[in-house]
T-cell receptor, first 114, second 116 residues
Framework: LAKTTQPISMDSYEGQEVNITCSHN???????ITWYQQFPSQGPRFIIQ???TKVTNEVASLFIPADRKSSTLSLPRVSLSDTAVYYC???????????????FGSGTRLQVQP | GAVVSQHPSWVICKSGTSVKIECRSL??????MFWYRQFPKQSLMLMAT?????????EQGVEKDKFLINHASLTLSTLTVTSAHPEDSSFYIC????????????FGPGTRLTVT
């Protein structure tokens, strides 16, 4: 299973752009990269998923370089409500009923200040 | 979007008793559901894969006789913590993926179990 490494914590201010980078050096050919957000005492919430290059949705962008050994989650203009833990997961969602894509690392604790 | 519910949201039980936690996919069918546990300030740990119509698959180190999983239908999986002890106190979360080709996992809100 591809191991992921993220910064343990990050601080930001409201209105700033936040970029969280995840390293996954042994990513496999069929692996996708998925980011989740988790608030205290809640289940994780899907943010974005990608395979290569750039993916954008209404809440975030995901940048994946050509070698796919890392990825960056970009949150534009964060607010206080974006304070949460962000997890980067790497795995093949079709392999082994998706189990291989569900190994959570330690995550990044983002604290947004006013 | 797809919704996964869990019941109860929190439960307190005495040591030695059993507790059942339900996980339901409200608006989609899921042949496969997953169960996790999460201790305070820690990450989620995958416990087992719940398969409709067949036995669950447990991760290494998870006692299958202690954590009984039953995937009764395409929308319901249950986790029963048998003979609970204080060390089983944790946050239990389930997830499901629609049987369509969506790659997204939808997580339940979690169940806080406290064993006294």
């Amino acid at each position: 299973l591809a191991k992921t490494t993220q910064p343990i914590s990050m601080d930001s201010y409201e209105g700033q752009e936040v970029n969280i980078t995840c390293s996954h050096n042994n990513i496999a050919t069929n692996d996708y990269i998925t980011w989740y957000q988790q608030f205290p005492s809640q289940g994780p919430r899907f943010i974005i998923q990608g395979y290569k290059t750039k993916v954008t949705n209404e809440v975030a962008s995901l940048f994946i370089p050509a070698d796919r050994k890392s990825s960056t989650l970009s949150l534009p203009r964060v607010s206080l409500s974006d304070t949460a833990v962000y997890y980067c997961l790497v795995g093949d969602p079709l392999m082994d009923m998706g189990r291989r894509a569900l190994t959570f690392g330690s995550g990044t604790r983002l604290q947004v200040q006013p | 979007g797809a919704v996964v519910s869990q019941h109860p949201s929190w439960v307190i039980c005495k040591s030695g008793t059993s507790v059942k936690i339900e996980c339901r996919s409200l608006d989609f069918q899921a042949t496969t559901m997953f169960w996790y546990r999460q201790f305070p300030k820690q990450s989620l740990m995958l416990m087992a894969t719940s398969n409709e119509g067949s036995k669950a698959t447990y991760e290494q180190g998870v006692e299958k006789d202690k954590f009984l999983i039953n995937h009764a239908s395409l929308t319901l999986s249950t986790l029963t913590v048998t003979s609970a002890h204080p060390e089983d106190s944790s946050f239990y979360i389930c997830s499901a993926r629609p049987d369509s080709l969506s790659y997204e996992q939808y997580f339940g809100p979690g169940t806080r179990l406290t064993v006294t």
